[in-house]
């Protein structure tokens, strides 16, 4: 016996193929993330309306995962990018004064050398360590040695201008740059400036308090030319200073081996 096979209707099968290759493109659509893509549902609910169907919740269910995903993902970019933030201001800011640290001061100086070339006018370091400070701790607490460091770095920064940079470097010890400054002279003038307030009394937990800082100070050029060689002669005119009783300014000589030093007036 002889079965024929009697084709289906050429329409109808063109529709079907449609509908099918309409649903693959929308699956395909998935697989590059487009979860918008949507198959076309007809009225007919037959089983090939029942798989769009199907296809359309699926890709509603990828696309709310896919928006969550994404939004977690900003979220976890904002949040990173704050603490990136945070740890670059900590990397270069002292926690106690928020003053630029040593690694930050270093950075500025060796730039501000860089830039020697096009600047024919100098600049200054100041380097300042406060008189007698263990005597704080040991007789007031570690909190008004803070409290001192603090209010120390606001007295420092408001005798200084805007393009001038502090940086607390040690425990009690400072470091300043003086930008554009003309002479050694005007930076001893800047320097007896800013004793003369620290020595101002300070309110410390309920005790006055009177301190001082011995101030060494190298200009630049001098025969100076690294970061390490600057801050070095500014730190051994400062140990001269603090030879000469407190609350004293020193300029660095670079003729040191003779132990010529030019010292300002008495602060």
């Known amino acids: 016996m002889t079965t024929t096979v009697v084709p289906p209707d050429s329409d109808g099968a063109s529709e079907v193929e449609r509908r099918l290759d309409e649903v693959v493109n929308v699956i395909q659509a998935f697989s590059a993330l487009r979860f918008d893509a949507r198959?076309?549902?007809g009225?007919?609910?037959?089983i090939l309306d029942a798989v769009a169907a199907g296809v359309n919740a699926l890709g509603e269910e990828l696309e709310a995962s896919y928006q969550e995903i994404e939004q977690r993902v900003a979220d976890r970019t904002a949040e990173l990018?704050?603490?990136t933030q945070e740890l670059r201001r900590r990397a270069l800011h002292d926690d106690l004064t928020g003053l630029a640290n040593r690694a930050?001061?270093?950075d500025l100086l060796g730039r501000r050398l860089d830039l020697a070339a096009t600047r024919p006018t100098g600049f200054a370091v100041l380097f300042f360590d406060l008189d007698d400070f263990k005597a704080v701790n040991d007789t007031l607490g570690h909190a008004a040695g803070d409290q001192l460091l603090v209010e120390v770095a606001r007295r420092i920064g408001g005798e200084?201008?805007?393009a001038d940079t502090v940086a607390r470097v040690g425990g009690d010890e400072f470091l300043v740059l003086l930008d554009e400054v003309p002479t050694g002279a005007a930076a001893l003038a800047v320097a007896r400036r800013i004793?003369?307030?620290l020595q101002e009394p300070y309110e410390l937990r309920g005790n006055r308090h009177t301190a001082t800082s011995s101030i060494g100070v190298a200009m630049v050029p001098d025969g100076l030319t690294d970061p390490d060689a600057i801050v070095a002669a500014a730190d051994a005119a400062m140990y001269d200073a603090k030879r000469r009783g407190h609350g004293k300014c020193v300029l660095y000589s670079k003729d040191r081996h003779a132990q010529?030093?030019?010292a300002s007036?008495?602060?």
Request: charged share 30%.
């Open 260 to 262: 010529r030093l030019l």
């Open 81 to 83: 990018a704050i603490l």
């Open 43 to 46: 009225p007919a609910g037959d």
């Open 265 to 267: 007036e008495d602060a």
């Open 195 to 197: 004793t003369r307030r």
């Open 39 to 41: 198959a076309t549902v």
């Open 104 to 106: 930050a001061f270093w």
């Open 160 to 162: 200084l201008r805007t």
